[in-house]
């Protein structure tokens, strides 16, 4: 079993939709969680913490659930410019700085 | 932010040749540095980590004395893939953290390479 697992997608939709995307971890003695953003041919960039309370960052919001051990992004108001892989990201307790990259989910949004 | 950078961006060599990535950290001392590795249409793969100074930590399958690292300070990083082959054909990315409360990483714009 991989240690972050995500669908692949790609989740084609419709500019203004709402997009969700879940992320499921192994490791429950995990202790920092991140979405990252890549778009092709692209470095990874960092798109947000992900915080046990969930937090929001204007169109994003992130959830974490620790007792399923699985994390999610939700996009509001889709936009051209969402469409990228996005990355789920886990730091595991005593893994130093090391992160555990996800597989990615690939959203496609269109006009 | 912090910026990190990575040289060359893209480069083509013939196989059997030997190539040096560089990995910097602009405007902070990255404590750790990381070497990844990603294949179209995978996600990245963590290769080794390296540490200012010390030995890099190699991940299991990745041979250390193909992909060399060296973390010489606190601001630059170097993988040389040594006798190159067209597998090793990849995006290289490397990502640098320091010491702290964070665990967030900073990537280095990759560096792609084509071995023919």
């Known amino acids: 079993r991989k240690e972050v697992e995500q669908d692949p997608g790609p989740f084609n939709v419709p500019e203004g939709a709402t997009v969700a995307f879940n992320c499921t971890y192994s490791n429950s003695a995990s202790q920092s969680f991140f979405w990252y953003r890549q778009d092709c041919r692209k470095e990874p960039k960092l798109l947000m913490s992900v915080y046990s309370s969930g937090n929001e960052d204007g169109r994003f919001t992130a959830q974490l659930n620790r007792a399923s051990q699985y994390i999610s992004l939700l996009i509001r108001d889709s936009k051209l410019s969402d469409s990228a892989t996005y990355l789920c990201?886990?730091?595991?307790?005593?893994?130093?700085?090391?992160?555990?990259f996800g597989g990615g989910t690939r959203l496609m949004v269109k006009p | 932010g912090a910026v990190v950078s990575q040289h060359p961006s893209w480069v083509i060599c013939k196989s059997g040749t030997s190539v040096k990535i560089e990995c910097r950290s602009l405007d902070f001392q990255a404590t750790t540095m990381f070497w990844y590795r990603q294949f179209p249409k995978q996600s990245l793969m963590l290769m080794a980590t390296?540490?200012?100074?010390?030995?890099?930590?190699?991940e299991q399958g990745v041979e250390k004395d193909k992909f060399l690292i060296n973390h010489a300070s606190l601001t630059l990083s170097t993988l040389t893939v040594t006798s190159a082959h067209p597998e090793d054909s990849s995006f290289y990315i490397c990502s640098a953290s320091w010491t702290g409360l964070s665990k967030e990483q900073y990537f280095g714009p990759g560096t792609r390479l084509t071995v023919t």
């Open positions: 990201v886990v730091n595991g307790r005593n893994a130093g700085n090391m992160l555990t």
């Open positions: 390296s540490n200012e100074g010390s030995k890099a930590t190699y």
